[in-house]
């Protein structure tokens, strides 16, 4: 098992960034695809980002592509989102993910790990 705890979200003004990181503790973090969701008030919760276990594919929700980066340091055992060009409709609680297995998908019932999420909120 892997336990995850995000950190870094905050309140910033639209056109700001912010960089988002989870650390992981528990075994074989090198082996877990990793992804970032989001959930924002009233809506369901959906897919930002993913990144393969040696780091060397992502990919993106159409919704953040180009303004968001996702990286993992599997040394320090911890995964970032780097947000940039942020928008109030990026606001929303961040929750970091994990799935053993190489496929990047972005749907939810993959991922059995959660972190209690982090939250990012953009003023416009």
């Known amino acids: 098992q892997v336990q995850l705890v995000e950190s870094g979200g905050g309140l910033v003004q639209a056109g700001g960034s912010l960089r988002l990181s989870c650390a992981a503790s528990?075994?074989?973090?090198?082996?877990?695809?990793m992804a970032w969701f989001r959930q924002a008030p009233g809506k369901e919760r959906e897919f930002v980002a993913a990144?393969?276990?040696?780091?060397?594919?992502?990919t993106y929700a159409d919704t953040v592509k180009g303004r968001f980066t996702i990286s993992r340091d599997v040394a320090k055992n911890t995964l970032y989102l780097q947000m940039n060009s942020l928008e109030p409709e990026d606001t929303a609680v961040y929750y970091c993910?994990?799935?053993?297995?190489?496929?990047?998908?972005?749907?939810?019932?993959?991922?059995?790990?959660w972190g209690r999420g982090t939250q990012v909120t953009v003023s416009s």
């Open positions: 993910a994990a799935r053993e297995g190489s496929e990047l998908n972005s749907e939810r019932r993959w991922y059995p790990y």
């Open positions: 528990g075994r074989a973090f090198s082996r877990y695809t």
């Open positions: 990144i393969s276990w040696n780091g060397l594919s992502t």
